[in-house]
């Protein structure tokens, strides 16, 4: 059974240690004490977890067939006189995204805005961190 301490899944959500301590000690994430005493997170229970994070509504959400959705802000711009490149931190991912210049300012991005990256794919690679 895969677990997790306190440090992993905060690493893996892109929030602080006492964050996830909150959620622990408010009921809403589940744990249990390992042989050092020490709290952990079983794997499926943090999957539960996120899986019901991914389902709250955002504000103005519109319906999409694109399920990859990261909510992020705006940390770069590069402009030129057609196509710009906007850069989305969105907790530890790092999301590029080549547009129009025109696209840029219609939604009126800018470095410091909140944006959502909305990506859909044909092909996904998923690798397993350590594995061969």
């Known amino acids: 059974m895969?677990?997790?301490r306190i440090g992993e899944v905060a690493e893996l959500l892109g929030v602080s240690a006492d964050t996830v301590r909150r959620w622990i000690d408010g009921g809403r994430l589940p744990a249990e004490r390992d042989e050092h005493a020490h709290?952990?997170?079983r794997?499926?229970?943090?999957?539960r977890f996120v899986r019901s994070l991914a389902r709250q509504p955002e504000a103005e959400h519109k319906l999409s067939s694109a399920r990859n959705r990261f909510r992020g802000i705006v940390?770069?711009?590069t402009k030129d006189a057609v196509m710009a490149?906007?850069?989305i931190q969105a907790g530890p991912f790092r999301v590029v995204s080549l547009m129009s210049r025109e696209a840029v300012d219609a939604l009126g991005?800018?470095?410091g805005s909140v944006a959502v990256a909305t990506v859909k794919s044909t092909n996904v690679v998923v690798e397993v961190p350590g594995g061969e």
């Open 85 to 87: 490149q906007v850069e």
């Open 43 to 47: 794997g499926v229970d943090l999957a």
């Open 2 to 4: 895969t677990t997790f």
């Open 109 to 111: 991005l800018e470095v």
């Open 39 to 41: 709290r952990v997170v």
């Open 75 to 77: 940390t770069e711009i």
